[in-house]
């Protein structure tokens, strides 16, 4: 069983930036599939971005050349670089991995855009 934390959330200006980690309680060397999802207040929860264990990225048009994922598998970290944040990037962000058959979610971590 794998838990994980995400801190690294709060208040950020419009243009500013942030980076969101994702802590392993135990090994995700093996994960084939990682990502962020983001709920926004009042609506549905929605991929942000997402890396295969071959190292494929994908990415939602909205954040496409602002978000960068990422993976640290010596420390069991999924990182989450986000950059020039806007107002509509608010949302509870939360991370997901799946490694084997199981599929394992953070609690998530509250990002807010305003100035």
């Known amino acids: 069983q794998v838990q994980l934390v995400e801190p690294g959330g709060g208040l950020v200006q419009p243009g500013g930036s942030l980076r969101l980690s994702c802590a392993a309680s135990g090994s995700i060397a093996n994960a084939n599939f990682m990502a962020w999802y983001r709920q926004p207040p009042g609506k549905q929860r929605e991929l942000v971005a997402s890396l295969t264990n071959r190292g494929i990225t994908n990415y939602a048009d909205s954040v496409k050349g602002r978000f960068t994922i990422s993976r640290d598998n010596a420390k069991n970290m999924v990182n989450l670089q986000m950059n020039s944040l806007k107002p509509e990037d608010t949302g509870v962000y939360l991370c997901?991995?799946?490694?084997?058959?199981?599929?394992?979610w953070g609690q998530g971590t509250q990002v807010t855009v305003s100035s």
């Open positions: 997901n991995v799946v490694q084997f058959v199981h599929g394992y």
